[in-house]
């Protein structure tokens, strides 16, 4: 099936770096817009033969959305600091997920049939990490590395079975998931220096 789409994407990124004593502070913010220039179903259920049509259709939305991001650092002695960092992520699903077999190029019931389609309206998966790290000197010869992070993530893809009116069945992409993920990494290294230095993430 040959196709051709031409969906506009568009980033900014802006961040400011603030040294107060020893506190360091970096604080920024980006920007996401995403238009896929494409279209989506109006009624999943419509007649197989009509799920196509023009009148079951409508524009894609476009996606946006501004991210914050923080972090700061500061000693707690002469051979270690503490680091904290807090963030808002945007990710479009990939364009595999947004246009596979698209709705409106000619789809008939025998090529809707267990077909899996994408869907130019998914919403972006949205992401709100939290991270507190130290890093200290041990010894003067080795380094620790200690980090606890938390993520809490929205919009993440499933799959949707769906069945038309004519008992038409076939499958398509949707933001159905919620995740949240939890870690503790840590790491002991060797120096070649004499200080650790600790910047946010």
Do not use: C, W
């Amino acid at each position: 099936m040959d196709y051709s789409r031409k969906p506009l994407e568009f980033a900014a990124y802006v961040q400011d770096k603030l040294e107060l004593g020893e506190l360091v502070l970096n604080a920024g913010v980006r920007f996401d817009y995403f238009k896929p220039n494409a279209k989506t179903m109006i009624d999943k259920r419509q007649l197989s033969d009509l799920i196509g049509a023009s009148d079951n259709l409508r524009e894609a939305s476009t996606k946006t959305q501004l991210s914050p991001r923080l972090g700061f650092s500061f000693p707690i002695s002469d051979r270690g600091a503490f680091h904290v960092s807090y963030g808002h992520f945007f990710q479009m699903p990939s364009f595999e997920k947004l246009f596979e077999r698209p709705i409106d190029v000619h789809m008939t019931p025998l090529l809707l049939a267990s077909a899996r389609l994408g869907d130019a309206d998914l919403k972006p998966e949205r992401t709100i990490a939290y991270e507190v790290g130290l890093q200290q000197e041990l010894s003067g010869q080795f380094g620790l590395d200690v980090t606890l992070f938390y993520k809490d993530i929205r919009d993440q893809l499933g799959l949707e079975a769906v069945k038309t009116v004519d008992a038409v069945g076939f499958t398509r992409y949707i933001n159905r998931d919620y995740g949240r993920v939890k870690g503790f990494p840590f790491s002991l290294e060797k120096m070649r220096t004499g200080l650790i230095s600790a910047s946010p993430a």
